[in-house]
């Protein structure tokens, strides 16, 4: 699985290591700053520098983290700071979502196998350009109370999917409605139930 970031391609593996964060949505497009200190992550962490710098977000169904939601975001770590207790700090870029297919490793850490989240629908150029602009118009028309670094940051962004990953990140207070737009395959399905959840909410 490839993912363009620019001049490099970043490939994602067929196995990741999960780290189970609840409440914790990790979209494509944006950046999600982390506290490591558990041991299991800990481990991980060190795993994950020295290989491929990638690791997978995912929210657990229940508390006891048994069951995990299906559909979870996969980071590349940008920054790392190591403490000298051996706890950390990190920063994560989204690079997309993955879908867990099996778990070839539990102990010490969650390994998954995964697969890449496919898009549904084709688009024409046409179509994608009036999501976008149809998307910028209910964010501008319904404010949000955004400030106004926010709603610069918004207007320069001219794809509508990672429009729709970076508002739902920043906007949507409720963690199962931020994963229920993770999980959908579909980026006309994805932007409908963004402003769905938004009118919901700022209703």
Request: overall charge negative; hydrophobic content about 45%.
């Amino acid at each position: 699985m490839n993912k363009g970031t620019g001049a490099a391609e970043i490939e994602v593996p067929a196995t990741l290591p999960v780290m189970v964060l609840g409440g914790v949505t990790l979209f494509p497009n944006t950046l999600l700053p982390l506290f490591i200190f558990e041991q299991r992550y800990k481990a991980m962490l060190e795993n994950a520098l020295g290989t491929d710098r990638l690791l997978a977000i995912a929210q657990p169904l229940r508390e006891n983290e048994e069951r995990l939601c299906p559909v979870a975001g996969v980071g590349l770590i940008r920054a790392c700071v190591k403490k000298e207790d051996g706890s950390s700090h990190l920063i994560l870029q989204g690079l997309e979502r993955v879908r867990f297919t099996g778990w070839p490793q539990l102990v010490p850490f969650r390994v998954a196998a995964v697969e890449r989240v496919g898009l549904l629908e084709e688009e024409s150029a046409e179509a994608r350009q009036e999501r976008l602009v149809h998307l910028r118009v209910i964010l501008e028309r319904d404010g949000l109370l955004l400030p106004q670094e926010m709603r610069e940051h918004l207007s320069r962004i001219d794809d509508p999917d990672a429009l729709t990953d970076i508002a739902a990140s920043a906007l949507l207070k409720d963690p199962v409605k931020r994963q229920t737009i993770l999980a959908e395959a579909s980026n006309v399905h994805r932007q409908e139930l963004l402003l769905r959840f938004l009118r919901e909410e700022h209703s």
